[in-house]
């Protein structure tokens, strides 16, 4: 009987034994064909592509909001534009010296009515020694953009996690000639965090005066991270061990976060001083209450018929048919309560809010810019009677013109560019031209000669990178 029992003992041992002996036996032969003396690797190959970021679109759309709003043509230029940290020297490039040129390229990127004028004296200077050009053609600067990266904070936070587990199982009837009697299993996972926060400020300064422009201003901050995760995975049978371990890292590119920034900021700044509701163009953007307030005050300087005309303009433009004609009519009320139903006439009156949510529900469409260009040739046609488009002067000079111009006395709304902003008409010669800080607009006709505006359906310098170490976490 012991015999037997001995002899079914054996016989069970080598049943759960042989199979790992045969698993074993099958890794081994796939990695038979490995040599590392035939070691190598595959390069992916990439062709160049367009650069992309969340914002470019928004950009384009906000050259086609200044047109649509009939905004006044801006001309901007930039100052120097760098790191003011002095990080980017110290640590080898990990965020860019200077973000001049990724300025440029924002500015440049926008269209519509505005224009940027790159600052370039050398240059200029050069040409005119070699003869190709003068100063006659140049275009004066309404604005200087100044700014820079004001903040560079590494490390704010680390985290860090690991998990380990393990089994093992000892064969009592392994075979006297393994070199050991146990198999065991080994996982382990290690992962770690990190924070860091860039902050770029602007502003904007008046030309003219060289002084700042009050609210004119953004102060943006991106919050960029970076991440480590590493996994392993041992197997022992009986005495020999394998494992397979592999790691990766990641960092969120501090240079590509530079340029989300500039295009934000200038998408802020420029949206404040035309006063358009940029925050329509950016996804879950709350309304920016400097051009609240600067909707509100243009409303107050406005006369009441005046209010009426640009609200007939903005409501032709959303696709309505009215008369522009400064009178608060059956055509213009209805249409003003398909944006605005609750709004009631009383005293046949345009109150404030009804005025800023018309204003703030133009459509950036297509269809909404080929209307006001539609509307602008109307106005030519017709010899004015519009309302002028709203400035963005400080609110002490605003107030010293006068708080509003009768339907007769309008200017008449700005055309539409008939070239490129390059090929704006030419100033007259030095000895003819007038000394007078701006043109004047051609005189109004008569108010019994204005004609009413009926509308219809038919209208840098390079900067090297590095990979960082693991004591900058």
């Known amino acids: 009987m012991k015999s037997r029992a001995h002899h079914n003992n054996r016989f069970g041992g080598k049943i759960l034994f042989y199979p ?46 200044s047109e649509i709003y009939g905004s006044q043509y801006l001309k901007l230029q930039s100052k120097e534009i760098a790191d003011n940290t002095g990080t980017a020297g110290a640590s080898g490039g990990e965020i860019p010296r200077d973000v001049t040129e990724i300025l440029q390229s924002t500015l440049n990127a926008i269209g519509g009515r505005i ?4 600052y370039n004296p050398s240059f200029i200077q050069n040409q005119m020694v070699t003869g190709y050009s003068s100063f006659d053609d140049k275009l004066i600067p309404d604005v200087v953009i100044s700014g820079g990266i004001t903040e560079f904070d590494r490390g704010l936070e680390t985290r860090g996690s690991n998990v380990d587990a393990g089994a093992q199982v000892d064969w ?4 006297s000639w393994v070199p050991s009697t146990t198999t065991a299993i080994d996982y382990g996972a290690a992962e770690k965090f990190g924070l860091a926060s860039i902050t770029l400020d602007f502003n904007m300064i008046d030309f003219k005066t060289m002084s700042g422009i009050a609210h004119m201003q953004t ?25 397979l371990k592999g790691s990766i890292k990641k960092v969120q590119g501090r240079h590509a976060a530079v340029r989300m920034l500039v295009q934000l900021s200038m998408i802020q700044i420029i949206g404040k001083y035309l006063m358009l509701p940029y925050w329509t163009l950016l996804p879950n953007a709350e309304p920016d209450q400097v051009v609240m307030d600067q909707l509100k005050r243009y409303y107050y300087d406005l006369a009441e018929s005046d209010r009426v005309i640009k609200i007939q303009e903005l409501l032709f433009i959303q696709g309505y048919d009215v008369t522009i004609n400064g009178i608060l009519d059956q055509k213009t009320i209805a249409a003003i309560q398909k944006i605005k139903p609750d709004f009631n006439p009383a005293n046949q009156a345009l109150d404030k ?14 269809q909404s810019l080929e209307r006001r260009l539609a509307l602008n040739k109307a106005y030519e046609q017709a010899g004015g009677g519009g309302v002028a488009p709203p400035t963005s002067r400080p609110v002490s000079q605003q107030a010293a013109q006068p708080a509003a111009q009768t339907v007769a006395e309008a200017a008449p709304a700005q055309p539409p560019p008939q070239k490129a902003v390059a090929e704006a008409p030419k100033e007259p010669p030095k000895e003819k031209r007038q000394k007078t ?37």
């Open 20 to 65: 790992l002996i045969l698993a074993s036996l099958l890794f081994l032969s796939s990695c038979a064909n490995i040599d590392p003396r035939n070691v190598d690797v595959a390069l992916k190959e990439e062709p160049p592509e367009k650069k992309v970021t969340s914002f470019t679109d928004a950009l384009t759309a906000l050259g086609s909001m």
């Open 115 to 118: 224009t940027y004028i790159p």
């Open 172 to 175: 009592t009837g392994a075979p």
């Open 219 to 243: 102060v943006n901050t991106i919050k960029v991270h970076k991440a480590v995760s590493e996994q392993e995975l041992g197997i022992t049978l009986f005495g020999p061990t394998f494992g």
């Open 353 to 366: 809010d009804t005025f800023v949510a018309v204003y703030l529900a133009v459509p950036i469409t297509d």
């Open 437 to 473: 800080q701006k043109a004047e607009a051609p005189p109004p006709p008569p108010r019994e000669e204005r004609q009413e505006i009926k509308t219809g359906t038919g209208a840098g310098t390079s900067t090297g990178g590095r990979m960082m170490s693991d004591d900058e976490w």
